[in-house]
């Protein structure tokens, strides 16, 4: 399945911000999509992923509460809203698919968009 990302910006913190990932080819109902974020030196880390099929989400610790994953099936796009932004949340965001569950681990993931980036201010 081929990602591509939309939706990042320069926002200050406490603001909100919403990411968009558009997904064509061969998707299948079973498939998992997520996204991640690596900030500059940091690893690639997992945010919160979605079923296809039935919606099941899955948070990082860390955004609970304050990001919402969303699919739109007739679109074809899973969308990750993000408020109450805090500057370490600064990274580039990648939307990720794989064929199955909701796994946390980068490599678990065979699909990749191309990133956006996301820059929190104080």
């Known amino acids: 399945v081929q990602l591509q990302a939309f939706g990042g910006g320069l926002v200050q913190a406490g603001g909100s911000l919403s990411l968009s990932c558009a997904a064509s080819?061969?998707?299948?109902?079973?498939?998992?999509l997520a996204w991640f974020r690596q900030a500059p030196g940091k690893q690639r880390e997992f945010v919160a992923g979605?079923?296809?099929?039935?919606?099941?989400?899955v948070y990082a610790d860390s955004v609970q509460g304050r990001f919402t994953i969303s699919r739109d099936k007739a679109a074809r796009t899973v969308d990750l809203q993000m408020k109450n932004l805090k500057t370490d949340v600064t990274a580039v965001y990648y939307c990720?698919?794989?064929?199955?569950?909701?796994?946390?681990?980068?490599?678990?993931?065979?699909?990749w968009g191309q990133g956006t980036e996301v820059t929190v201010s104080s």
């Open positions: 990720a698919a794989r064929n199955g569950n909701i796994l946390t681990k980068s490599e678990e993931y065979k699909d």
């Open positions: 080819g061969s998707a299948r109902a079973n498939y998992a």
């Open positions: 979605i079923t296809w099929n039935w919606g099941t989400t």
